[in-house]
């Protein structure tokens, strides 16, 4: 009778996995319930049952608590990444510690739990807790037929995965259950693992995917992809969706590709996630108390709707680049009207495949530029784009570099007014007042082109044009005469050099000079913790190009004195990362900024784990919620006044 239990029990766990794994079923319902009440009639005649027996799923009675368990290794959480800078700032820091790969899967939104195996056998299943302790779930888990109860590997091994509940399963459910329906998918999933009772987790349809090898006590897996095909192999189920990249560009498509897709997958999914494949390099990299330094979590925190592009035009950066803009229908996101959303580059307009007239997913967030993620229908009459061969503006050969196109005229009036819009801007040189639309004209009809031809204004450069009266002219000439005496830090941005934003140019500004910063080498550059291969050579060429050495020869020759920020030690905000979020009705957020820097404190553009307080004003937004969910402290405006005096 066992040999005859065993046949079933092998006959039974493999028709499972076809069913449940696989989703391709071999045989209908009534031959594995025909096989099933076999083996529940010889399990009772003998009183045997198998480890790996299916019948163990059904649950058994409620436990009064859950135990505590400690894991074999610690399940880390992951940092997380909301901007594309933070995402670039992880993977710099991973190019430094060897020659990466990287993996890029859907991120989950469910209850992380983890199982252990020994001796091929299925032995509990646990949260993640605190990372290093989890509550025992093994009585809820056992009743989820979407794992494996044997494997072949014979070690000692914890895998990791998501428990989840479909969204088709949550409606079901919900349409079975009118009076007390389930709130979200995630809630659902958590409140069936962590129920006390076995048979409430077997009635809300749950199911488990893998992702990670934790812990393996013989011949460990050496990358992430090795980890996935080890789970695949043994029978454990998987998502499909997985991509091994080789630089920033492939990341960036690669989460584009999920941030489209998961609009149409059963699953609830808030991200995707990042990880370095080698398991050396990942070791090189290390971990903080809180997160491993070798992955992180992109999260998708925008508001996004449908829309359609209704034409698409070119516009010219300040490095050249050509830009496509789409002019889409209105639609209302994030508590403002969209009317036009950008396309990256032509190799992204391409691979996105949008078409004129075509239904695209539009993507914006309360401070970054409306962006199509992708195509969702094309219609009769869907226009493709045509990929211009000269410049839209000055007509100058345009060069193709990967994805990108560039007009290669230096000279090219929309990419001269971009230079010198940045030069002038808040972060830069502040010069205020000094708009985008004043230096077109300046730029048409003074022939303002370069940084140093601002500071050779003079009252009279303004007559006849419109709009520009004494007390205007005026306080633009001070502006400019007042943005001479500058941080280094903002001089080294406002320059423009490629890749140099704000957080590496206050890195470059430790040196104390321009003239140090020029004298660089390639190992002491990409040595700074933001810099990396491509920016480094960025700075450079810059530095070597002719041009931009006499630019510079004229800019400190009209006045311009670059200074080192006098590093505050003392004050309320001492030592603190400091973000400011929503409005302040006593004062403008460049204002405050100042009176943090003032007191000591470095102001941020977005929350990551390193920041020790929130400022939240009225009508915060993602950040507070970041805040909140990352655990740093926050205050409000009367608290913040309090610490200024």
């Given at each position: 009778?066992?040999?005859r239990?065993?046949e079933?029990?092998?006959?039974?766990?493999?028709?499972?996995?076809?069913?449940?794994?696989?989703?391709?079923p071999?045989?209908?319902?009534?031959?594995y319930?025909?096989?099933?009440?076999?083996?529940?009639?010889?399990?009772?005649?003998?009183g045997?049952?198998?480890?790996?027996?299916p019948?163990?799923r059904?649950?058994?009675?409620?436990?009064?608590?859950?135990?505590?368990h400690?894991?074999?290794?610690?399940?880390?959480?992951?940092d997380?990444?909301?901007?594309?800078?933070?995402l670039?700032?992880?993977?710099?820091?991973?190019?430094?510690?060897?020659?990466?790969?990287?993996?890029?899967?859907?991120?989950y939104?469910?209850?992380?739990?983890?199982?252990?195996?020994?001796?091929?056998?299925f032995v509990?299943?646990?949260?993640?807790?605190?990372g290093?302790?989890?509550?025992?779930?093994?009585?809820?888990v056992?009743t989820i037929?979407?794992?494996?109860?044997s494997?072949?590997?014979?070690?000692?091994?914890?895998?990791?995965?998501e428990?989840?509940?479909?969204?088709s399963v949550?409606e079901?459910?919900n349409?079975?259950h009118p009076?007390?329906?389930?709130?979200?998918?995630r809630?659902?999933?958590?409140?069936?693992?962590?129920n006390l009772?076995?048979?409430?987790?077997?009635?809300?349809g749950?199911?488990?995917l893998?992702?990670?090898?934790?812990?393996?006590?013989?011949?460990?897996?050496?990358t992430?992809?090795?980890a996935?095909?080890?789970?695949?192999?043994?029978?454990?189920?998987?998502?499909?969706?997985?991509?091994?990249?080789?630089n920033?560009?492939?990341?960036?498509?690669?989460?584009?590709?999920?941030?489209v897709?998961?609009?149409?997958?059963?699953v609830?999914?808030?991200?995707?996630?990042?990880?370095?494949?080698?398991e050396e390099?990942?070791?090189?990299?290390?971990?903080t108390?809180?997160?491993?330094?070798?992955?992180i979590?992109?999260?998708?925190?925008?508001?996004?709707?449908?829309?359609?592009v209704e034409?698409v035009?070119?516009?010219?950066?300040r490095?050249?680049?050509?830009t496509?803009?789409?002019?889409?229908?209105?639609?209302?996101?994030?508590?403002?009207?969209?009317?036009?959303?950008?396309?990256?580059?032509?190799?992204?307009?391409?691979?996105?495949?949008?078409?004129?007239?075509s239904?695209?997913?539009?993507?914006r967030s309360n401070?970054v530029?409306?962006?199509?993620?992708?195509?969702?229908?094309?219609?009769?009459?869907?226009?493709?784009?045509?990929?211009?061969?000269?410049?839209?503006f000055?007509?100058?050969?345009?060069?193709e570099?990967?994805?990108?196109?560039?007009c290669?005229n230096?000279?090219?009036?929309p990419?001269?007014?971009?230079?010198l819009t940045?030069?002038?801007?808040?972060?830069?040189a502040?010069?205020e007042g000094?708009?985008e639309?004043?230096l077109?004209?300046l730029?048409r009809e003074?022939g303002?082109r370069?940084?140093?031809?601002?500071?050779?204004?003079?009252?009279?450069?303004f007559?006849?044009?419109?709009?520009?009266k004494?007390?205007?002219?005026?306080?633009?000439?001070?502006a400019?005469?007042?943005?001479?005496h500058?941080?280094?830090?903002?001089?080294?941005y406002?320059?423009g050099?490629?890749?140099i934003?704000?957080?590496?140019?206050?890195?470059l500004?430790?040196y104390?000079?321009?003239e140090?910063?020029?004298s660089?080498?390639?190992d002491e550059l990409?040595?700074?913790?933001n810099?990396g291969?491509?920016t480094?050579n960025?700075?450079?060429s810059?530095?070597?190009?002719e041009?931009?050495?006499?630019?510079?020869?004229?800019?400190?020759a009209a006045?311009?004195?670059?200074?080192?920020?006098?590093?505050?030690?003392?004050?309320a905000?001492a030592?603190k990362k400091v973000?400011?979020?929503?409005?302040l009705?006593?004062?403008?957020?460049?204002?405050?900024?100042?009176?943090?820097?003032?007191?000591?404190?470095?102001?941020?553009?977005?929350v990551t784990?390193?920041?020790?307080l929130?400022?939240?004003g009225e009508?915060?937004g993602?950040?507070?919620?970041?805040?909140?969910?990352?655990?740093?402290a926050v205050?409000?405006e009367?608290?913040?006044?309090?610490?200024?005096?």
């Amino acid at each position: 009778m066992q040999e005859r239990m065993r046949e079933l029990v092998k006959i039974l766990n493999r028709w499972a996995y076809e069913y449940y794994v696989l989703d391709d079923p071999s045989v209908p319902d009534r031959e594995y319930d025909r096989l099933y009440d076999e083996l529940c009639a010889l399990e009772r005649e003998t009183g045997v049952v198998l480890p790996d027996s299916p019948t163990r799923r059904v649950g058994g009675e409620p436990v009064k608590a859950f135990e505590r368990h400690r894991h074999i290794a610690r399940l880390f959480s992951l940092d997380k990444a909301v901007t594309t800078d933070e995402l670039s700032a992880f993977f710099t820091r991973a190019e430094k510690a060897g020659e990466a790969t990287f993996t890029v899967e859907y991120k989950y939104d469910g209850l992380t739990v983890c199982l252990t195996y020994d001796k091929g056998k299925f032995v509990r299943a646990t949260t993640r807790g605190n990372g290093t302790e989890g509550e025992d779930v093994t009585a809820q888990v056992l009743t989820i037929p979407s794992f494996p109860l044997s494997i072949s590997y014979q070690g000692t091994l914890e895998v990791r995965g998501e428990a989840v509940i479909r969204l088709s399963v949550l409606e079901k459910y919900n349409a079975a259950h009118p009076d007390e329906p389930l709130k979200n998918a995630r809630n659902a999933a958590a409140g069936a693992i962590r129920n006390l009772d076995p048979s409430v987790t077997r009635s809300r349809g749950a199911e488990i995917l893998f992702y990670d090898v934790n812990y393996m006590s013989d011949s460990p897996v050496k990358t992430q992809c090795e980890a996935m095909e080890f789970l695949r192999r043994e029978g454990f189920k998987i998502y499909p969706h997985f991509r091994i990249c080789t630089n920033f560009d492939e990341i960036l498509q690669a989460i584009e590709e999920i941030e489209v897709g998961r609009r149409n997958i059963d699953v609830l999914t808030d991200g995707a996630v990042v990880k370095v494949n080698e398991e050396e390099i990942r070791s090189a990299m290390g971990a903080t108390d809180k997160f491993p330094r070798w992955a992180i979590a992109y999260k998708f925190e925008a508001e996004e709707a449908e829309s359609t592009v209704e034409r698409v035009f070119w516009q010219v950066g300040r490095t050249g680049k050509l830009t496509p803009l789409a002019e889409i229908a209105p639609v209302e996101l994030a508590g403002a009207t969209v009317r036009r959303a950008t396309l990256n580059n032509y190799g992204d307009l391409t691979r996105k495949d949008v078409k004129v007239h075509s239904r695209v997913l539009v993507r914006r967030s309360n401070e970054v530029i409306p962006e199509i993620l992708g195509a969702v229908e094309h219609v009769e009459g869907s226009i493709p784009v045509e990929k211009p061969a000269l410049c839209p503006f000055c007509g100058s050969a345009v060069k193709e570099v990967g994805a990108n196109l560039f007009c290669t005229n230096p000279a090219c009036p929309p990419r001269v007014v971009q230079k010198l819009t940045h030069y002038c801007s808040k972060n830069a040189a502040d010069v205020e007042g000094m708009s985008e639309a004043t230096l077109t004209l300046l730029e048409r009809e003074r022939g303002v082109r370069r940084f140093s031809d601002l500071y050779a204004l003079r009252a009279e450069d303004f007559d006849g044009l419109e709009g520009f009266k004494e007390k205007k002219v005026g306080n633009l000439l001070s502006a400019i005469e007042g943005s001479k005496h500058i941080p280094l830090d903002r001089f080294l941005y406002a320059i423009g050099i490629d890749g140099i934003g704000r957080v590496a140019a206050r890195d470059l500004a430790e040196y104390g000079s321009v003239e140090k910063v020029a004298s660089l080498t390639y190992d002491e550059l990409v040595a700074l913790e933001n810099v990396g291969d491509v920016t480094a050579n960025s700075i450079l060429s810059y530095f070597a190009d002719e041009e931009n050495r006499e630019e510079l020869s004229r800019l400190f020759a009209a006045g311009v004195e670059p200074f080192v920020r006098a590093r505050v030690t003392t004050g309320a905000f001492a030592g603190k990362k400091v973000v400011l979020t929503g409005t302040l009705s006593s004062m403008a957020r460049p204002e405050a900024q100042k009176r943090i820097e003032a007191l000591g404190g470095t102001c941020q553009s977005a929350v990551t784990s390193a920041t020790d307080l929130v400022i939240a004003g009225e009508k915060a937004g993602s950040k507070l919620d970041k805040a909140k969910k990352l655990g740093i402290a926050v205050i409000g405006e009367e608290e913040f006044l309090a610490m200024l005096s």
